[in-house]
């Protein structure tokens, strides 16, 4: 069955959904346009709430620190103002389907970004517009890089992409011999309802890796991600890094020591 390019709350829908999709019944009660992102929300959200500014320089972030090609792709962002109204939307969009406290969905040339506002509001908005970013750029990403790269941007920029709960899951698995890193099999993930928090927590590592650690390992992903918007073929980005490095499974553990004895 053709896979749909779409996003629930980071769980691809398959093509049988395709027909229960109702028409989009958007908030009502203030739009906020800032280049191609538009912002309504179902209350009175001003221009110069500390969230649209988030989200403006999260884009440029994403952009500046991958290097990927500027898009105008509009990306519609609806923020609802309580559970209940958010939770009557996404029956009204997709009857059925789990509930989330946010998604990203991409559909026949149309982004939107769905939230609930609350205390995870932001993190919310800046994990989905991530995916927005990189679909709008690079157009279907591998599976775990999309979701370690939302995971790596989600939190607050002076943060520097530090994830401390994943970080700590990751520690507390690793001294238990629970787990190990193990890249390819994150990269044979093809289904988000696959995804476990720990494979969020690993593909975010490994993102952290790549951008926080040597230059040639952010040149790895940078060439890898411009490839990918280029539709030229790749192999997948743990072949290459594997290819580069005799063991970047041991770097990884040793990058998730180091930097949790410095925070
Ligand atoms: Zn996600």
Not at 74 to 92: A, K, M, N
Not at 152 to 163: A, L
Not at 166 to 189: C, I, K, N, S, T
Request: charged letters at 20%; aromatic letters at 10%.
């Amino acid at each position: 069955m053709e896979r749909w390019p779409w996003y629930l709350g980071c769980i691809v829908l398959t093509g049988c959904a395709l027909g229960r999709v109702a028409p989009s019944a958007p908030p009502k009660g203030s739009q906020i346009v800032r280049g191609p992102m538009v912002v309504e929300a179902d209350f009175q959200l001003k221009g110069d709430d500390p969230i649209i500014g988030q989200l403006t320089d999260l884009q440029s972030v994403v952009g500046t620190t991958l290097q990927l090609p500027v898009t105008s792709q509009p990306v519609i962002v609806h923020i609802f103002s309580s559970s209940d109204r958010f939770h009557q939307y996404l029956e009204h969009r997709f009857p059925g389907y789990p509930v989330r406290r946010a998604f990203f969905i991409k559909h026949q040339g149309r982004f939107e970004v769905c939230a609930q506002w609350g205390e995870h509001i932001v993190e919310d908005l800046r994990h989905e517009m991530t995916h927005a970013c990189l679909h709008a750029a690079v157009g279907d990403p591998p599976l775990w890089l999309d979701e370690g790269l939302a995971e790596y941007f989600e939190i607050p920029p002076h943060t520097g992409g530090w994830h401390a709960s994943h970080a700590e899951l990751l520690g507390r698995e690793y001294v238990a011999g629970r787990w190990r890193p193990h890249l390819p099999q994150l990269e044979a993930l093809s289904s988000p309802a696959d995804m476990t928090q720990l494979n969020y927590a690993e593909a975010w590592a490994w993102a952290y890796l790549l951008l926080n650690t040597t230059p040639a390992r952010r040149e790895l992903l940078v060439h890898h991600l411009n490839s990918l918007s280029q539709n030229a073929a790749s192999q997948p980005l743990g072949e290459l890094l594997y290819r580069n490095e005799v063991a970047p499974h041991d770097a990884l553990i040793a990058m998730l020591s180091r930097e949790s004895k410095m925070k």
